[in-house]
């Protein structure tokens, strides 16, 4: 997703001075808690940060009061205003040229809990931008929608597994608000792409973590209208919500039990929760037998099944002994090759050929993720090519593309209990070029699983806003998966 605080239209005239409608650089909403940093400099002068003020719903905020807010959601479809005190209103039609610096605290990424009482460490994200910008007092428009003539083919009740989506695959065009939820989902419909419905809680609930009652209405219509099924309810556990101190464990419990309580108003029967913690498993296994749901821990690249971290689940996992208790498999732990998506954006952030070359060259030894991740930035070093340029791809290029043999899910295919069909693109031949689709078929039909097969389109972290239609890929992708799916039950008559 394109990581930007700042778009074209950002630009806006207010009695104060002018002001800048902001954007949260995230998929999912956030904490005013998380806002570490806002700084702006305006035609070549950076603004003190007394006169900077954040404005959200009619309140305002001085810039070193944001990380106190840990109770105020900023919601992925709002857009504040960051006011720059002037001595005079800016007037439409004006132009200057703006620089914006921001440093998030992802409250959900935590690299290490806190001592003693205090803040743990948590995964930043950084946000630099530089533009010129035209007053304005109008939103970009949404372009116009392409349609899809032909009908999806229809499931069978001899395919091994149903398919569906999760919502966040559509997260950029989400967060800029091309869609509205009911818009979202009638897109999903008209494309033929249920009847699974995935969501992230935190990115699509106005009332986050709470599932408010006229959400539910909503929900329920859509689903009655469309036929949709719901498959997966991804939870979040925001650990440093507060900056002061991490949550204790009595928190992180109410907080997730409060997520339970929501995917159940909504009628999922399964919950992606992202900790795993033994302590925690065993207060919440009660709560997930009395609300009759399913907790799959996601695994996720770089990790794959018996990655030491997963190990650890697994034995945490084999001591509760609950039905109730496996995994969510996410593609990218399984891939072989980098995806193409991402070659193209490191091109444009400046790689030349050999450079790539050596990208994938070191991706595909059996190093660490760290170890991979530092000899790339070593090798760009040595090329005197700041590893700046890159933003957070040089992280992410080893962080979110795993190669894991796909037959290592066969080591834990009875616990799987969801699926995630990451992809990135489907080339003109109706392949993925980084993700072997019939093979993860293969090996999905002949190890028994008969779930959702949720397709998750994350090429928003690598591609521009608008550069594809990921619902469009979405469609194509189930067409791919169908076609897998026929074609090893074929070989098996």
């Known amino acids: 997703m394109p990581n930007g605080l700042i778009a074209e239209d950002s630009?806006?005239?207010?009695?104060?001075?002018?002001?800048?409608?902001?954007?949260?650089?995230?998929?999912?909403s956030l904490w005013l808690s998380s806002v570490s940093t806002l700084r702006v400099t305006l035609?070549?002068?950076?603004?003190?940060v007394d006169d900077l003020a954040f404005e959200l719903d009619g309140t305002r905020y001085a810039i070193a009061e944001l990380p106190q807010q840990s109770e105020t959601l900023w919601f992925l479809q709002q857009h504040p205003l960051l006011v720059?005190?002037?001595?005079?209103?800016?007037a439409l039609g004006e132009q200057h040229d703006v620089e914006i610096f921001g440093e998030l605290r992802l409250p959900y990424m935590q690299i290490a809990p806190g001592k003693d009482g205090g803040p743990g460490m948590y995964v930043p994200n950084i946000v630099r931008q530089s533009l010129t910008l035209t007053v304005t007092d109008t939103d970009a428009a949404a372009p116009a929608i392409a349609t899809v003539s032909t009908p999806a083919p229809p499931a069978t009740d001899d395919d091994p597994f149903r398919l569906g989506l999760?919502?966040?695959?559509?997260?950029a065009e989400f967060r800029a608000g091309w869609y509205d939820f009911d818009g979202l989902l009638d897109r999903v419909a008209e494309l033929g792409i249920g009847p699974g419905i995935e969501i992230v809680a935190s990115q699509v609930l106005p009332t986050y973590p709470v599932v408010s009652d006229a959400f539910v209405s909503q929900w329920r219509?859509?689903?009655?209208?469309?036929?949709?099924?719901?498959?997966?309810?991804g939870a979040n556990l925001d650990m440093g919500r507060r900056r002061d101190r991490d949550m204790t464990p009595d928190e992180e419990f109410a907080f997730s039990e409060l997520m339970f309580q929501g995917a159940k108003k909504l009628g999922f029967p399964l919950v992606r929760i992202q900790s795993a913690k033994p302590e925690l498993l065993r207060r919440l296994l009660p709560v997930a037998e009395r609300l009759e749901l399913k907790l799959a821990y996601e695994i996720h690249a770089p990790m794959g099944p018996n990655a030491e971290a997963i190990l650890k689940v697994r034995d945490t996992y084999a001591e509760l002994d609950s039905p109730l208790l496996g995994f969510v498999a996410d593609f990218s732990a399984t891939m072989r090759s980098m995806s193409p998506t991402?070659?193209?954006?490191?091109?444009?952030?400046?790689?030349?050929?050999?450079?790539?070359?050596?990208?994938?060259?070191?991706?595909?030894?059996?190093?660490?993720?760290?170890?991979?991740?530092?000899?790339?930035?070593?090798?760009?070093?040595?090329?005197?090519?700041?590893?700046?340029?890159?933003?957070?791809?040089?992280?992410?290029?080893?962080?979110?593309h795993g190669h894991v043999d796909p037959r290592g899910w066969t080591d834990i295919m009875p616990q799987i209990l969801h699926v995630h069909a990451k992809f990135y693109e489907i080339d003109e031949?109706?392949?993925?070029?980084?993700?072997?689709?019939p093979e993860l078929v293969r090996v999905f039909v002949e190890g028994g699983y008969r779930g959702y097969w949720s397709s998750e389109w994350e090429g928003h972290a690598f591609a521009e806003l608008g550069e594809v239609d990921p619902l469009v890929l979405v469609r194509r992708q189930h067409d791919l998966i169908r076609a897998s799916m026929r074609a090893v039950q074929a070989a098996h008559v």
């Open 43 to 48: 035609d070549g002068v950076e603004i003190p």
């Open 221 to 233: 219509a859509a689903f009655d209208r469309h036929g949709f099924d719901a498959s997966s309810f």
């Open 429 to 437: 031949t109706g392949q993925e070029p980084a993700i072997d689709y």
């Open 84 to 90: 720059v005190r002037r001595d005079r209103p800016a």
């Open 342 to 400: 991402l070659l193209r954006a490191v091109r444009r952030a400046g790689l030349d050929d050999q450079a790539v070359a050596e990208l994938q060259r070191i991706w595909a030894t059996d190093a660490t993720m760290q170890e991979r991740q530092q000899e790339f930035i070593g090798y760009l070093k040595s090329r005197d090519f700041d590893p700046g340029r890159l933003g957070a791809f040089a992280h992410l290029a080893f962080n979110m």
């Open 11 to 28: 630009l806006r005239a207010h009695p104060d001075g002018l002001a800048l409608r902001l954007t949260i650089p995230w998929y999912r």
């Open 166 to 171: 999760t919502l966040y695959s559509a997260s």
